[in-house]
């Protein structure tokens, strides 16, 4: 599981609505299964399971043929909150239960969100015994922070190359001799 999972391919660069980011994963599929890393196959989205007549929907499933696991990949458009970690090992305990193949190991799970406090994830994940992880996603390649403020922008960028042009067309004019 990667820390942090690139989702710019999705073209967008705002946050949105969980819906409107499952969507786009969606479309975008291929893309978004090399962002995931080798041997993962889309099952569905909003993957529904039918326990004791009441029925659940998990946003995205897939399954990785490495670790011969079903992988559930919950979007959450904000801050990761604790109690998302409890959602997430109802939602495996129902793939163990009702979806899982006799021959297949236990269900993980992944949690992705704009932003995450490790502190958080860990007193939530602890006692769990599920194979839960939380990951950010970004929308844009964003600069490291060190980077930001010191880059030129579009309009620095343009003027000198602008003085460059008018250097380079001044040196261009020789005279005869």
């Given amino acids: ?3 942090v999972y690139m989702l710019d391919m ?3 660069a705002e946050p949105i609505l969980e819906a409107q980011l499952e969507a786009r994963m969606v479309q975008k ?5 090399l962002e995931l890393g080798y041997g993962f196959a889309f099952i569905g989205n909003q993957y ?8 659940y929907f998990i946003d995205l499933l ?4 490495r670790l011969h696991s079903l992988v559930a990949i919950e979007l959450k458009a904000g801050r990761f909150k604790p109690e998302y970690a409890g959602k997430m090992n109802f939602y495996l305990n ?3 239960d009702f979806v899982r193949e006799g021959d297949e190991n236990p269900s993980i ?34 600069l490291p922070p060190e980077f930001k403020n010191k880059l030129p922008d ?12 008018n250097v380079f067309k001044k040196s261009d004019k020789t005279d005869p001799v």
Avoid: H, W
């Avoid at 529904?48 to 029925?55: D, Q, T």
């Avoid at 897939?62 to 043929?65: A, E, L």
């Avoid at 620095?156 to 042009?165: F, N, S, T, V, Y």
């Fill in 1 to 3: 599981m990667k820390d």
């Fill in 10 to 12: 999705l073209g967008v």
């Fill in 29 to 33: 599929i291929k893309e978004v299964l």
């Fill in 48 to 55: 529904r399971i039918v326990a004791n007549n009441k029925e």
């Fill in 62 to 65: 897939f399954y990785n043929r």
């Fill in 94 to 96: 129902l793939l163990d």
């Fill in 109 to 142: 799970g992944i949690i992705l969100c704009s932003e995450r406090d490790y502190y958080e994830v860990e007193y939530a994940l602890r006692g769990i015994d599920k194979p839960v992880g939380i990951s950010e996603y970004r929308l844009t390649k964003e």
């Fill in 154 to 165: 579009a309009k620095q960028l343009e003027d000198e190359i602008r003085k460059e042009m």
